[in-house]
Antibody
Framework: EVQLVQSGAEVKKPGESVKISCKESGNTYNSHWIGWVRQMPGKGLELMGVIYLGDSDIRYSPSFQGQVTVSADKSAHTAYLQFSSLKASDSAMYFC?????????????WGQGTLVIVSS | DIQMTQSPSSLSASVGDRVTITCRASQNIRKYLNWYQQKPGKAPKLLIYFASSLQSGVPSRFSGGGSGTDFTLTISSLQPEDFATYYCQQSHSMLGTWTFGQGTKVEIK
């Protein structure tokens, strides 16, 4: 069974950096696109960008281009989301999700979420 | 950007009720429309993909319909475990630019 396991919650101060991870485990014979989704407190879902674990090809949503950095380690089956200088408005739950072409471009498997709190 | 608009934003219903949620796209997305269920504190779960295909393991009381710009998610007989927030998501635009609706919260009447 394929699972996405995310790193734990982070509490940071404004201006600090953070890098959260999403590890794919289980059947990893084929590479997949992994998406990062933001959910601000009490709000909806926003796709930030996607990365192909096979060759680290990245596509950013225009709203998040330049605001975050998505990367991957193919050998570790892990995707990363990095913020270089956090703001209070970056406080949110961040989910990773696996893109599936078999289900016509949906996200069929999700990580459990990583809560990022930015507070002075 | 393709904008996705769900209605209603919230609804109250009773166990056993038939519930329909609507999602409208700002332009033609053919059938590239997915539905997710999210319970408080949990990750979203894929229910329906390509407008009307039921994801493996999802109860048959969930169904989806529509194409082009107008789509529906129907729960034929609401169960206690179905009280949650539901999101539509289009996957017609370029990879990485897909957008979600604002969500519909289904609450107990």
């Amino acid at each position: 069974e394929v699972q996405l396991v995310q790193s734990g919650a982070e509490v940071k101060k404004p201006g600090e950096s953070v890098k959260i991870s999403c590890k794919e485990s289980g059947n990893t014979y084929n590479s997949h696109w992994i998406g990062w989704v933001r959910q601000m407190p009490g709000k909806g879902l926003e796709l930030m960008g996607v990365i192909y674990l096979g060759d680290s090809d990245i596509r950013y949503s225009p709203s998040f281009q330049g605001q975050v950095t998505v990367s991957a380690d193919k050998s570790a089956h892990t995707a990363y989301l990095q913020f270089s200088s956090l703001k209070a408005s970056d406080s949110a739950m961040y989910f990773c999700a696996r893109h599936s072409s078999e289900t016509y471009n949906s996200f069929d498997i999700w990580g459990q979420g990583t809560l990022v709190i930015v507070s002075s | 950007d393709i904008q996705m608009t769900q209605s209603p934003s919230s609804l109250s219903a009773s166990v056993g009720d038939r519930v329909t949620i609507t999602c409208r796209a700002s332009q033609n997305i053919r059938k590239y429309l997915n539905w997710y269920q999210q319970k408080p504190g949990k990750a979203p779960k894929l229910l329906i993909y390509f407008a009307s295909s039921l994801q493996s393991g999802v109860p048959s009381r969930f169904s989806g319909g529509g194409s082009g710009t107008d789509f529906t998610l129907t729960i034929s007989s609401l169960q206690p475990e179905d009280f949650a927030t539901y999101y539509c998501q289009q996957s017609h635009s370029m990879l990485g630019t897909w957008t979600f609706g604002q969500g519909t919260k289904v609450e107990i009447k």
